[in-house]
């Protein structure tokens, strides 16, 4: 349990560094936009557009970083054990009807037919 414990440290903990990387990286790229629009001397400030375009990426990038990925990764997870736990056992049964009905011959299908007569 120790060591199941570690990694979700260790996965929060890159899950956190990601978005500070991504936000570092807006911050820089809209203070070079800031800085390209003003000197040019266009008087539009265009740079409004990619800020909020990318703002979008940034507000949903921390969202899911900080406010919902612990509960809703918590429930997929307890979900995915449970169905593992289940399937073992199932997984091969509930396939098999669709299996044998691929190893089957039947007559309709000419690829067996073929293979079985000499031509």
Same mark, same amino acid.
């Given at each position: *349990?120790?060591?199941?414990?570690?990694?979700?440290? !260790?996965? !929060?903990?890159?899950?956190? *560094?990601?978005?500070?990387? /991504?936000?570092?990286? +807006? %911050?820089? %790229? *809209?203070?070079?936009?800031?800085?390209?629009?003003? %000197?040019?001397?266009?008087? +539009?400030?265009?740079?409004?557009?990619?800020?909020?375009?990318?703002?979008?990426?940034?507000?949903? /990038?921390?969202?899911? @970083?900080?406010?919902? @990925?612990?509960?809703?990764?918590?429930?997929?997870?307890?979900?995915?054990?449970?169905? *593992?736990?289940?399937?073992?056992?199932?997984?091969?049964?509930?396939?098999?009807?669709?299996?044998?009905?691929?190893?089957?011959? @039947?007559?309709?299908?000419?690829?067996? !037919?073929?293979?079985?007569?000499?031509?």
């Amino acid at each position: *349990m120790g060591e199941e414990k570690k990694e979700a440290a !260790r996965k !929060r903990a890159k899950a956190k *560094m990601d978005f500070i990387r /991504h936000f570092a990286t +807006y %911050v820089v %790229v *809209m203070v070079i936009l800031i800085i390209i629009n003003n %000197v040019t001397g266009s008087g +539009y400030q265009w740079w409004i557009w990619p800020a909020t375009g990318w703002g979008i990426g940034i507000l949903t /990038h921390f969202m899911g @970083t900080f406010v919902f @990925t612990s509960r809703m990764e918590q429930k997929i997870a307890e979900k995915e054990l449970e169905n *593992m736990d289940k399937g073992q056992g199932q997984e091969s049964s509930e396939n098999a009807p669709a299996l044998s009905r691929l190893k089957e011959p @039947t007559e309709g299908n000419p690829i067996e !037919r073929n293979t079985n007569k000499e031509a």
